[in-house]
């Protein structure tokens, strides 16, 4: 992938460990992290837990006033497809937080674009499987544990 000064590039990925939901998303900016973010949680499902991490990315990167792509890279390209899905389910907040962002960025400038790529873990990407190997080996430790659920 060629990196440049007007790309922002969102590297995420989700595990489950302990019945915890962990997501991290990273923004990459001319080939170096510039943003990282560790989103962890219970009692949620997987895709709500995705879809936070793609809002935060995108909140971020429109805040970086002379970016004009913003790429998305996932593991998992079916989260990708709730954030275009107008019908009613529980994501609706994330959605409407993410439309709103991608609303600012393209008025900003309608050469602006954004893309989606999936790149499943088997594919070993370096970004990527960075991300990937943090995620697997992030050892959460409670600070209350007899307040875990």
Same mark, same amino acid.
């Given at each position: 992938m060629s990196y440049n000064l007007l790309t922002a590039v969102i590297v995420s990925d989700t595990s489950i460990k302990k019945h915890i939901i962990i997501s991290i998303a990273q923004i990459h900016v001319h080939g170096n992290p510039i943003i990282k973010t560790i989103y962890y949680t219970?009692?949620?499902?997987?895709?709500?837990?995705?879809?936070?991490?793609?809002?935060y990315g995108i909140n971020q990167a429109t805040y970086l006033l002379n970016i004009k792509r913003i790429f998305?890279? &996932?593991? /998992?390209?079916?989260?990708? !497809?709730?954030?275009?899905?107008?019908?009613?389910?529980?994501?609706?907040?994330?959605?409407t937080a993410i439309s709103c962002k991608l609303r600012e960025f393209f008025k900003r400038n309608t050469d602006n674009s954004i893309k989606f790529w999936d790149c499943p873990s088997h594919?070993?990407?370096?970004?990527?499987?960075?991300?990937?190997?943090?995620?697997k080996?992030?050892? &959460?430790? /409670?600070?209350?544990?007899? !307040?875990s659920s």
């Open positions: 219970i009692n949620i499902m997987s895709t709500e837990a995705e879809l936070f991490t793609i809002r998305i890279i &996932l593991y /998992s390209f079916h989260t990708t !497809k709730r954030i275009f899905d107008s019908s009613i389910h529980p994501y609706q907040i994330h959605l594919y070993n990407w370096g970004s990527h499987s960075i991300i990937n190997k943090e995620i080996s992030f050892d &959460l430790i /409670s600070i209350l544990p007899c !307040k």
